[in-house]
Nanobody, 114 residues
Framework: QVQLVESGGGLVQAGGSLRLSCAASGSIFGIRVMGWYRQAPGKQRELVARITSGGGTDYADSVKGRFTISRDNAKNTVYLQMNSLKPEDTAVYYC????????WGQGTQVTVSS
């Protein structure tokens, strides 16, 4: 059973930065397209960034130019560097495959104050 453990969230002022990490157990991590998702209170979970096994990336328009997704397959870890944070980025952030077929982790809370 794959387990996902997200970390790195916190409280930051608008304009600040955070780096999230997601560690996955299991040896098949390296071949999967991975995504970072977020869920704000009262809203549906949304995809904000994805990265292929080879490092190709794609971003939601709302975070393009501010967030950077990366991965280290040797460490079974995917990262999300978040810069120029805005209050509307406040949410619980999760990682999962693009098929979201792994059990969701507990997520990591990001709170951006204005």
């Amino acid at each position: 059973q794959v387990q996902l453990v997200e970390s790195g969230g916190g409280l930051v002022q608008a304009g600040g930065s955070l780096r999230l990490s997601c560690a996955a157990s299991g040896s098949i991590f390296g071949i999967r397209v991975m995504g970072w998702y977020r869920q704000a209170p009262g809203k549906q979970r949304e995809l904000v960034a994805r990265i292929t096994s080879g490092g190709g990336t794609d971003y939601a328009d709302s975070v393009k130019g501010r967030f950077t997704i990366s991965r280290d397959n040797a460490k079974n870890t995917v990262y999300l560097q978040m810069n120029s944070l805005k209050p509307e980025d406040t949410a619980v952030y999760y990682c999962n495959t693009m098929a979201t077929d792994w059990p969701w982790g507990q997520g990591t809370q990001v709170t951006v104050s204005s």
